[in-house]
T-cell receptor
Framework: GDSVTQMEGPVTLSEEAFLTINCTYT??????LFWYVQYPGEGLQLLLK?????DKGSNKGFEATYRKETTSFHLEKGSVQVSDSAVYFC?????????????FGKGTLLTVNP | DGGITQSPKYLFRKEGQNVTLSCEQNLNHDAMYWYRQDPGQGLRLIYYSQIVNDFQKGDIAEGYSVSREKKESFPLTVTSAQKNPTAFYLCATERRAEGTGSRNQPQHFGDGTRLSIL
């Protein structure tokens, strides 16, 4: 069946370090792909999305590219800041009849130290 | 997200008691969702509604009930049948699109309600 696997955390980095959070999926069709971010005590916010192969989503310095050949959507940022400390969720939207179900990875906690 | 209000922010339940979590939106979105978040488990879908007066069970509906009498409101009741209700509950909304356009729509989230057992 359709599923998503996200890199387990926690991830701890120093400010200005390079960030990668891996996300891979298994799907019978071609999902749309989303990354959400959750800051402490808050709900989720859409970070970026990509809807077809080779699309690159980007926002706030974060990027992710839809790789159909490797069924992956890894999140990257070249230089993290303390304010990026949060939980990050990869969320494919798989096709399922008339309702496209959004499926969340387990989340990766990122802590950025000054 | 602005436009989605969940209340209360913190809620306490006694054993055998039903409690209702509120979710109100002014985004004019057709679809609304309830998720449960537990540490290390991501989000799990409880119930969803794509239109007023209609809703469907998600993956973990047992012990929960919902109603959708108005487009703006989608309250969730945690009943006494839910044996492990302590969790963070998130409401989400979505603008519906026709056909395959639905696959590209993001969901928008409220700030959540944290429910604890006394």
């Amino acid at each position: 069946g359709d599923s998503v696997t996200q890199m387990e955390g926690p991830v701890t980095l120093s400010e200005e370090a390079f960030l990668t959070i891996n996300c891979t999926y298994t799907a019978t069709g071609y999902p749309s792909l989303f990354w959400y971010v959750q800051y402490p005590g808050e709900g989720l916010q859409l970070l970026l999305k990509a809807t077809k192969a080779d699309d690159k989503g980007s926002n706030k310095g974060f990027e992710a590219t839809y790789r159909k050949e490797t069924t992956s959507f890894h999140l990257e940022k070249g230089s993290v800041q303390v304010s990026d400390s949060a939980v990050y969720f990869c969320a494919p939207r798989f096709s399922g009849g008339s309702n496209y179900k959004l499926t969340f990875g387990k989340g990766t906690l990122l802590t950025v130290n000054p | 997200d602005g436009g989605i209000t969940q209340s209360p922010k913190y809620l306490f339940r006694k054993e055998g008691q039903n409690v209702t979590l509120s979710c109100e939106q002014n985004l004019n979105h057709d679809a609304m969702y309830w998720y449960r978040q537990d540490p290390g488990q991501g989000l799990r879908l409880i119930y969803y509604s794509q239109i007023v007066n209609d809703f469907q069970k998600g993956d973990i509906a047992e012990g929960y009930s919902v109603s959708r009498e108005k487009k703006e409101s989608f309250p969730l009741t945690v009943t006494s049948a839910q044996k492990n209700p302590t969790a963070f509950y998130l409401c989400a909304t979505e603008r519906r699109a026709e056909g395959t356009g639905s696959r590209n729509q993001p969901q928008h989230f409220g700030d959540g309600t944290r429910l604890s057992i006394l």
